[in-house]
């Protein structure tokens, strides 16, 4: 039996550019994303503003289906591996982002502000390397697990519905980590967000960078994410607001991000490097496209003679990730045959159902009587193969869809 995919019903709205106003745009990437439990198809659009060369989403899903994504869509913002130990790809991330705001002169038992601050790595981070009071703020309910867990003060909410009123005060230093590239009106978040900044405050943004997107099975430019930043464009809509780049983390840009540090426009920086304009841009999103295309003919072949194998055998396949990768994967190629479940290590989606296949932990592993597992991960890829790699010992075979395991 194999998979269909849904048309989409996502209610999709044109604007104007969210950094000029401008309603003058050009398309320059069209693809596919998923969304909804049904995981419907739907089309997404990039565009660029003729006028100040912002990068957008255009149509935007609704403001209600955004947020019904977020509220409802297990897949939204999940990740199909979170492992805090040491050596952990969080642990080493929260190190890298801890160890840079760290760098900056903030006030020793300065007030400390994370907005959006998901499963709290940053502030546990920060809680046991420094003298910060902290506060978080998300409107997941995982931030309950850090106020009860970790002792850290947290506000259940979305930033622009959150009520910082007078009596909230003002903070010393505030971190953005993958915030702003989901909201509708990013220039009004970042008005907010200087209202309640010390005037000498520090403001630690971190964005997807465009002009390196990571190409893999899954889109980069994904339904969640409504603006796409450069660091010109991110110094232009900072400008906006009277804020200026006083710093960039060069290191993060060799991993596809760019993560800084703002200050108020009043105080000298030292910043003066801009890249990422409209040519580079074009030529930039042009060799993602042509990547992502060799990465998933290559895939493809590769994992072709154990499609053959399974098929012919009648084996028990599972496949490890319940999460967005997994989508893109099958949309490539309809696995439907062999495949009779799937892992994945987060414990709320333990009886639950991904697509048609029933979810179970890697502690089930040793009583579902596999022959292969699959692992549909990008980012946690190796960290996945080493958690489970002795089962091979046992004769389970073990694929990969990037790096040569088999
Ligand atoms: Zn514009």
Redesign the pocket.
Known sequence: MSITWKKSCTEMIHGV?P????D?KNNIYNTENFTGAAREVVQTVIVM?N????VYTDPKPSFSKIKDFYEFDPHSSGHVYHDRKKGSLFEKVATKRGEYILRHSIPKNGRFFDIGCGKGDLLIWLKMNSNLELIGLDPSNEVFEIENDFGIEVIHSTFEHADLSSNFGKVDAISLTSVLEHVYDPVQLLKKIKSILKPDGFLFIEVPDITKARPALVEAFDYEHLSHFTIASLQDILHKVGMNIHDIDKHALTEGRIRICAVSSQRLTTFDAISGYKSEILRDIRGYEQKKRAIEKAFVSRIKPYFEKWKELHSRVAIYGAGEHTYYMLRLIDMSDFVCCVIDSDKKKYGKKFMKWPIYGPAHIDTLNLDAILISSHAFEEEIYESIKHFQTKGLDIITCYSQHN
């Open positions: 550019c950094l000029c106003g401008a003058d503003c006028q100040c060369g912002f």
